[in-house]
């Protein structure tokens, strides 16, 4: 859309300035930016496009509808966006609106390859790399560490839902999580420097 | 913060970041954390590694329909909002400014400019805003030279949904403006007041309202050299020759 030619050079929270004032060429781009990993959370955690283009819909209105609680003191725009689609994707889980789904995110990381973004191929291919980068941490973790991660962030599971699907004490879940959690972080570091 | 209280809660960090406690306990960490630093440093420590989990996934393209369905919610809101309020006082100066020269303003495209200019409750406050405002013309946000914007502290007990940022033009015209939102909107008896400090010294410097929406702006008159802070408070109609109460929402400088 030509309207969008003068922005779009703008960083994200410049543009994210602009949402605020409620310029909806400036939400456009943002959606333009962030739908694509915002639909693919939504997609990994619900494995069904239907749920998932509900969940980014919903979750995307309510950016717009609260564009004014975003502080850029408080983390970058992506994060705050995927934050928001992930609330929303695990409300939906909860709500059991996709109640065959549980068990399969609860089966592990499954590889859904899907069709490519229509993006530029260099922003492609950095977030393919940095997708590899993240996943090579979580690859390090131990397994246990890893799936308590996983089946509470990607499948929305409660921590006694965990402990219950894996028969251990919620105490041990919670440690798995928090130590999980310690080591990401130290792995990602590590393969940055 | 008891350390009993703290052993309660320390190992719930990690599942609070990945939100897998219930509701009741996510509630009772919050308050906790609250008081408890060794948590706050524990969350902001691992927060990281929550914010990395999305990024491992698959990208994949969404379906054109979910960005057609979105812009055409967005675009009737914008609609709706321009019939229930005539223009918005939700625009900042920089943006009527921008609608006035074109450019990015030309992204706006629905809103009648004239009108905007005219009906901006904020121009009418002090007539200071124009002059300010037109300090802007040829560098505001959009083109980054040389303002900057700086958010603002808000006091979270007494005006909880607050935020607010302060775009400060530097070079030899400088000027700011500020910009509100979620701010609580007051009776009619009382106005937001905009303050400077400078030197030890509060100078006011106009007064301002928000609309239902909770958004407002207000410009900075003072030469900001020197300026240490820029305050807002809540006063009786027609403004304190002082501030009467710590502020709401401040800017350092
Ligand atoms: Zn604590």
Not at chain 2, 154 to 166: A, H, I, Q, W
Not at chain 2, 186 to 206: H, N, T
Not at chain 2, 219 to 244: C, F, H, I, W, Y
Request: charged share 30%; with cysteine; aromatic share 4%.
């Amino acid at each position: 859309m030509g309207h969008t030619d003068d922005i779009e050079s703008l960083a994200d929270e410049e543009v994210m300035h602009l949402v605020q004032e409620g310029n909806p060429r400036a939400f456009e781009l943002l959606y333009e930016r962030h739908g694509g990993p915002g639909f693919s959370l939504a997609y990994r955690m619900v494995g069904d496009r239907v749920v998932a283009e509900d969940i980014s819909q919903e979750a995307f209105l309510s950016i717009w509808r609260s564009r004014h609680r975003y502080q850029p003191d408080r983390g970058s725009v992506r994060t705050w966006v995927l934050g928001i689609v992930h609330h929303r994707a695990i409300d939906a889980l909860r709500r059991n609106l996709v109640h065959d789904r549980r068990r399969s995110s609860a089966e592990g990381i499954e590889e859904r390859h899907e069709a490519p973004e229509r993006e530029r191929t260099d922003v492609v291919a950095a977030r393919r790399e940095d997708a590899q980068h993240v996943r090579s941490a979580l690859g390090d973790l131990p397994h246990e560490q890893c799936r308590v991660i996983e089946l509470a962030y990607f499948g929305g599971f409660s921590h006694s839902q965990i402990a219950e699907m894996l028969d251990m004490p919620i105490g041990t879940v919670k440690g798995r999580m928090r130590l999980g959690l310690e080591k990401l972080r130290k792995g990602l570091k590590e393969k940055v420097a | 913060m008891s350390v009993e209280r703290h052993q309660m809660h320390e190992e719930d960090v990690g599942a609070y970041l990945l939100r897998a406690l219930s509701d009741v306990e996510q509630r009772r960490f919050e308050a906790h954390l609250e008081g408890c630093v060794v948590c706050q440093d524990e969350v902001s420590r691992l927060r990281p590694a929550v914010h990395a989990l999305p990024r491992s996934v698959h990208p994949m393209a969404p379906p054109r329909s979910l960005k057609a369905g979105l812009m055409a919610e967005v675009e009737r809101d914008v609609r709706e909002r321009e019939e229930a309020a005539g223009v918005s006082r939700r625009s900042s100066p920089f943006a009527r400014m921008r609608r006035r020269l074109g450019g990015v303003g030309s992204a706006f495209g629905g809103l009648r400019p004239t009108v905007a200019w005219v009906s901006a409750s904020v121009v009418l406050l002090v007539g200071v805003v124009s002059g300010a405002a037109g300090l802007y013309a040829l560098n505001d946000v959009t083109s980054g030279e040389s303002t900057r914007s700086v958010v603002a502290k808000v006091d979270k007990t007494r005006v909880p949904f607050g935020s607010g940022s302060l775009a400060v033009r530097d070079g030899p015209q400088e000027g700011a403006v500020l910009q509100v939102h979620g701010m609580p909107e007051l009776e009619d008896d009382s106005v937001y007041q905009l303050w400077v400090r400078r030197d030890g010294e509060v100078i006011s410097q106009s007064l301002f309202h928000v609309g239902v929406d909770g958004d407002g702006a207000a410009a900075v008159t003072e030469d900001l050299q020197d300026v240490d802070e820029v305050m807002v408070t809540r006063e009786s109609a027609g403004g304190a020759k002082a501030p009467s109460e710590k502020p709401v929402l401040s800017v350092k400088l």
